[in-house]
């Protein structure tokens, strides 16, 4: 190369270096740079936008699914959960022990709402908010909480129930009439489950899964009887003679009711002179009526709505018991809209009254007392009133299963605590028919059929059984024509085994 050939080579390269080139070249560098740098945000935040898996350090109830899909995500934390789930909750008051099946009150969670809540963390339009969220999770983590549903009604019947197992429960003041004496009980002070408080207390370890092998005190509070009314007794009891007649086109029945009337000023002069006593007793100024509901017969009672029979074993005594309990409610005639209570008709189970010791349920354990087995009556007629598709208002299960009844089928009563109570719902009165003889126990429901009515019969569904406890639904089934019309749901009971 000539010089002068060199000399021009130098002057291109000076000027190509000159000052504002140089200027122009570190600009394109900085924009090619930044496109680069923008391109791997976008294509970051197309990626943690569209994202299949969660991001890493995720939990769910303290469970890690970092970088599982929703369905591995779904499994993993319900498979743990169920795990836990499977125990139960143990209450303790003084030496008795109740379990809380997490089944009892269709306790869940919403796994695939906390799934679908993890898996949509930073992907929202904001690529600053998505990048901050994503660094955080990363560097701290997170937990979500599923949301956790139960029924809240039955938790709180079902602790309503264990509240009636109580061995030194509240027997509150009450009243009955055997033959023509007024026999009213002061009742006795008794503990009451703190029902809110102990509620609270399952829900938040079973939302915790914090209750295995765990025992909690039951919260008890003490509470008197309340104060015997002798005038709103009076007013419940009072009522003028009539005769019982019925018509039969159209049929139309009026049951009997005798004259019942009482001193209220001598029975309470009475109760004020002796304010230590249990009981108290009065004689019932009675005025019979000339024709009653016998007198008629069953022939007002033409259709036999449903019968249902229980077999008993040959004790002397418990079929004493039996006997006693089923003729105090044999031809007991039950108006429409009346309420039939069992302890109001049978009254409260003495020696005086004839009933005799045989074996009952005693806060899950069975030992001898007076009038077992009456339960086996009750159990009957809860049967037979329900295939009759009267109403039952008022009815609580064992605490361990009956050997007379399924599971789910059963009806314990407890003088001043647990009654069994059902309300005629029909429009024309119904006439029960107990009998006891033979080894088996037979109610029947005697009233009047109308064309809408339903074939109804009972099921149960064993929802949880262990080693310890089952938890068994029951439902009241319709028919027609041997076709299912409606299903309906009457309890969900736990049994210890």
């Known amino acids: 190369m000539s010089s002068y050939e060199e000399t021009i080579l130098k002057k291109d390269i000076n000027k190509f270096f000159s000052k504002n080139n140089i200027i122009f070249i570190y600009t394109i560098l900085v924009a090619i740079t930044l496109i680069i740098v923008i391109a791997a945000i976008l294509a970051f935040y ?37 795990k836990k789930m499977s125990n139960h909750i143990v209450l303790k008051y003084n030496n008795y022990q109740f379990y809380v099946e997490p089944e009892q009150i269709d306790a869940s969670f919403d796994i695939e709402s906390a799934v679908d809540y993890a898996l949509n963390i930073a992907k929202t339009d904001s690529i600053i908010h998505n990048g901050k969220t994503y660094l955080n999770v990363l560097s701290q983590g997170v937990n979500i909480e599923p949301k956790f549903n139960y029924d809240e009604e039955a938790l709180k019947f079902f602790l309503r129930g264990i509240q009636d197992e109580l061995p030194d429960q509240l027997e509150q003041s009450s009243y ?8 009213i009980t002061a009742g006795k002070n008794g503990a009451v489950i703190y029902i809110d408080k102990l509620a609270d207390i399952i829900i938040k370890e079973i939302n915790d899964l914090n209750f295995e092998n765990s025992i909690y005190e039951i919260p008890t509070y003490t509470v008197y009887p309340e104060k015997i009314n002798v005038q709103a007794i009076h007013d419940d009891i009072y009522q003028e003679m009539k005769n019982a007649y019925f018509t039969t086109n159209p049929y139309m ?49 033409p259709d036999l709505l449903a019968t249902y029979s229980t077999k008993y ?9 039996l006997r006693i309990a089923a003729k105090k409610i044999n031809s007991k005639v039950v108006m429409p809209g009346e309420i039939f209570s069992f302890n109001k008709v049978v009254g409260q189970r003495t ?74 719902t029909r429009d024309y009165p119904v006439k029960l028919i107990f009998t006891v003889s033979d080894g088996i126990a037979k109610c029947s429901v005697y009233g009047l059929k109308r064309e ?46």
């Open 351 to 424: 020696e005086e009254a004839g009933y005799k010791n045989a074996a009952i349920f005693v806060n899950g354990e069975v030992e001898d007392g007076l009038a077992g087995g009456i339960c086996q009556i009750s159990t009957t007629l809860y049967n037979a009133v329900n295939l009759a598709d009267l109403n039952v208002t008022e009815r609580r299960n064992h605490s361990l299963l009956a050997s007379y009844a399924q599971p789910g089928r059963d009806a314990t009563v407890v003088w001043g605590s647990s009654d069994l109570k059902f309300e005629n």
């Open 253 to 301: 029945f009026f049951v009997e009711k005798e004259g019942i009337d009482f001193n209220t000023k001598e029975l309470e002069d009475y109760i004020n002179s002796n304010p230590n006593e249990y009981e108290y007793r009065v004689s019932l100024t009675i005025t019979e009526p000339e024709i009653t509901t016998e007198d008629i017969g069953i022939e007002a009672f």
């Open 176 to 183: 009955y009439i055997d033959d023509n004496t007024l026999i």
């Open 46 to 82: 197309y990626n943690l936008k569209n994202r299949e898996v969660l991001l890493n350090n995720v939990f769910i109830k303290g469970i890690d699914v970092s970088g599982l899909s929703r369905k591995d995500a779904i499994d993993k934390v319900q498979e743990q959960i169920d």
């Open 313 to 321: 074993v040959n004790n002397a005594n418990r079929t004493t018991n």
């Open 452 to 497: 809408n009515d339903y074939d109804v019969s009972l099921e149960t569904v064993t929802i949880k059984k262990t080693s310890e406890t089952m938890i068994v639904d029951a439902y009241k089934v319709y028919k027609r024509n041997g076709v299912v019309i409606k299903k309906e749901k009457l309890h969900r009971d736990t049994y210890k085994i």
